[in-house]
């Protein structure tokens, strides 16, 4: 997307949990013929199912996409597939960021050499990443556009967060947090808010430096909330929980890639998004992580707290002609669904309350959890993996 008259080209990364139906635990070793099962029910045009750090990740990836309903379309396709595939082994997959109850310290990474170097560099801050994660990719060609939109785009990235919190529970306690994913991420180097850069030129050169000193091998090492992926001309969102309900990910998705259209339409304009720094933006990251859409964000215009929902109205009218244009009104409209009922994170600490409120034992309520995951994950989603691929709106 090189302007924002330019045709929408997008991508979306998921990760999820495979998990024992009996146990509710997860999988620690799931076959390999899972993966097998699932590059068999897809084709190159359909995208991609990989492993992912431990053995009880799997992750998709969907092809480039030209609009956000076939995004919707082909995303609705592979986590199809990846529940049928784990249903002939007797699993299933849950779209959270974190696991209710299981226990990191007995989960095993995946055998490869980028996990191997991995797990050896980072050791147990490595080992402790049972955690999932949803990553956005917009086209941009030009570099130097990228750049800019990066250091515009940032100051939402907070907003975008709230709307998508889904890991409230870490190792069978409840965090009082709506989104401890990140509380896990940021154990690792090169992760949160992004620098700020004046040129693509001034980014290569500090990547570089990193390079020769021999920290990293390439800038696909830096996990940063938002950054300028190393190999496609993409500018890659990171920031976000992975949604349970399909399409409450695609509303996200929806959201930012207008939210870069709107930067652009600006840019055309000779008119910007004023960049804040980040002590001021990491305290809404925080609020975001904490209260996930209950208590608010600082408006730094205002220089108050608002109400989310209101800030919400705001995005949703800055955005307005883009999501016309972008041909995605009702998803990002279904924002307004998702602040009403709450995100995956509020619906899993109310099942836990109401197991526990009807007698069940702690154990118990934490099963009952997983259960509801694991049937929010299939909602909208076809088990067969089939007939999700051509445009849909959310429900």
């Not at 199912?49 to 082909?74: D, M, N, W, Y």
């Amino acid at each position: 997307m090189a302007d924002s008259d330019a045709p929408l080209t997008i991508g979306i990364e998921e990760e999820y949990l495979l998990i024992d139906p009996e146990t509710r635990d997860l999988a620690i070793d799931p076959p390999h013929a899972i993966l097998e099962s699932c590059v068999s029910r897809i084709g190159e045009e359909d995208g991609a199912v990989t492993p992912e750090f431990l053995r009880a990740q799997i992750e998709v990836a969907t092809p480039v996409c030209h609009s956000i309903k076939e995004a919707r379309g082909r995303l609705a396709h592979l986590r199809g597939c990846v529940t049928t595939a784990a249903a002939e082994h007797g699993l299933r997959p849950i779209a959270a960021s974190t696991h209710p109850f299981a226990d990191w310290s007995v989960q095993r990474h995946t055998d490869g050499d980028r996990y191997n170097v991995l797990a050896e560099d980072m050791q147990q801050v490595a080992k402790r990443l049972l955690i999932c994660g949803m990553h956005v990719h917009v086209g941009i060609e030009d570099a130097n556009i990228r750049n800019d939109m990066l250091n515009q785009v940032s100051y939402f990235l907070p907003h975008l967060l709230a709307l998508t919190t889904s890991s409230p529970f870490w190792q069978g306690r409840l965090t009082g947090l709506m989104c401890y994913r990140l509380s896990v991420f940021d154990e690792l180097p090169r992760t949160g808010l992004p620098e700020r850069f004046d040129s693509h030129a001034e980014y290569t050169r500090h990547v570089d430096a990193l390079i020769e000193a021999g920290l990293i091998d390439d800038a696909s090492k830096i996990w940063w909330d938002i950054r300028a992926h190393s190999k496609f001309p993409t500018l890659e969102n990171r920031i976000s929980d992975i949604c349970t309900r399909m399409d409450d990910g695609i509303t996200v998705a929806a959201l930012y890639a207008c939210l870069l259209s709107m930067l652009m339409r600006l840019r055309r304009s000779n008119q910007r998004w004023r960049v804040y720094s980040n002590m001021l933006v990491r305290e809404n990251r925080w609020r975001a992580q904490r209260y996930g859409i209950d208590k608010g964000l600082v408006d730094f215009g205002q220089g108050r707290i608002v109400d989310y929902a209101e800030l919400l109205d705001e995005i949703l009218d800055l955005i307005r002609e883009d999501a016309a244009r972008l041909d995605c009104v009702a998803e990002v409209e279904n924002a307004r669904n998702i602040v009403a009922r709450g995100t995956s994170a509020h619906g899993q600490v109310a099942c836990y309350h109401n197991a526990k409120t009807a007698g069940a034992t702690e154990a118990e309520a934490l099963r009952a959890v997983v259960d509801w995951l694991a049937d929010e994950t299939q909602e909208g989603v076809s088990p067969a993996g089939a007939g999700n691929r051509g445009a849909q709106t959310p429900d």
